[in-house]
């Protein structure tokens, strides 16, 4: 997009997303940005595409941190053609793979991280996805989830059953989940990979570099799904363990999975106050204006991969606008 054709397109862009009273926050949504398309985890952008869609947010948006977007929402100060990214998790590809496309355009990201993870660990998903990928073909069964058998022959087969599996486990409490991780690992050969994450040294690494780095919980649980003293201990105990390792407390929080009512509460967002957080996103879809609880920010994924289709996506969301902020 040459010059005269962002000049064209801004105001457009500023006349969906407008400033002042009147702002509405777009808060784009990632998880991880592979180095190549992955057929078992096709919702997933690679690098050509992450690479697209930031050159969009740099030419046409005022790319914001999260925390500073929030505050400046609330104010009714936002400018206009406001726009903020996050990462859920905490990956290596976002330290390895997103971090430069990032910095290529300018722009920057919060980062949201579950410290029981980085260093070695894996999620839960991740082990379904990575043990699915190694079971040899044929019939396997897991024990004791109510699931009919699985065959296991070819890359439809394995994303049908890493989709039965994860749903049937996500609402579990963590060490039940972990139960059956592993055995599914054991299925797959226990040899699984350790290093999907990143390290204490990445994360540092990308505090420095300018990114921003938010609470995402320990062993992101489903703070519905766990009593009350359990997830305020993982929300203070994972804003420790960052503050430990970036220097400074990180300001903004990520709600795990992050439905509203479904997933967290009221109860929830009190903890997240009293813990010292600015604000928070969830994952109901759409975005924010004036009125929006910036402990409840909306957001949505966009996977389209031309300059007319980002565009064309981000212009059609500005018109989702979310008000249902009651958990």
């Known amino acids: 997009m040459n010059l005269l054709g962002r000049q064209l397109l801004r105001p457009a862009v500023a006349a969906a997303y407008r400033h002042g009273d009147r702002a509405r926050l777009p808060v784009l949504m990632y998880h991880r940005v592979l180095e190549r398309a992955d057929p078992l985890q096709p919702g997933l952008i690679h690098a050509a595409q992450a690479d697209a869609q930031f050159k969009v947010l740099s030419d ?8 500073e977007a929030a505050d400046l929402l609330k104010q009714g100060r936002l400018p206009p053609r406001a726009i903020s990214l996050t990462f859920d998790d905490g990956y290596r590809d976002n330290h390895d793979v997103a971090m430069p496309l990032l910095k290529r355009h300018g722009i920057t990201a919060t980062f949201y991280i579950a410290t029981g993870f980085i ?3 894996r999620m839960f998903h991740d ?3 990575e043990g699915v990928r190694r079971l040899p073909s044929g019939q396997f ?3 004791g989830l109510g699931l009919p058998a699985f065959t296991i022959s070819d890359d439809p087969s394995r994303r049908a059953a890493i989709g039965d599996i994860v749903k049937a486990i996500k609402y579990l409490e963590p060490a039940q989940r972990q139960t059956v991780c592993d055995e599914l690992a054991r299925a797959a050969g226990n040899n699984l990979p350790r290093d999907l994450m990143m390290t204490s040294d990445e994360l540092a690494a990308m505090a420095r570099s300018g990114m921003c780095i938010g609470g995402h919980t320990v062993q992101h649980p489903i703070l519905q799904s766990v009593d009350e003293a359990v997830a305020r201990d993982e929300i203070v105990a994972n804003r420790a363990a960052l503050t430990t390792i970036v ?3 990180p300001r903004t929080f990520a709600y795990p999975n992050g439905k509203p009512r479904k997933d967290y509460s009221t109860s929830h967002v ?3 106050r009293e813990a010292g957080y ?3 996103v969830s994952t109901a879809v759409g975005v924010s204006d004036r009125h929006a609880d910036v402990f409840q920010l909306p957001r949505f994924v966009i996977t389209e991969s031309t300059y007319s289709t980002i565009l064309f996506r981000l212009l059609r969301m500005s018109s989702v606008l979310t008000n ?3 958990c």
């Open 60 to 67: 046409l948006f005022t790319v914001l941190p999260l925390h």
């Open 119 to 121: 260093d070695g660990g």
């Open 127 to 129: 082990s379904v996805i």
């Open 141 to 143: 069964a897991l024990q």
């Open 247 to 249: 220097g400074h407390p």
């Open 270 to 272: 009190r903890m997240l």
């Open 278 to 280: 600015e604000a928070a």
């Open 324 to 326: 249902d902020y009651t």
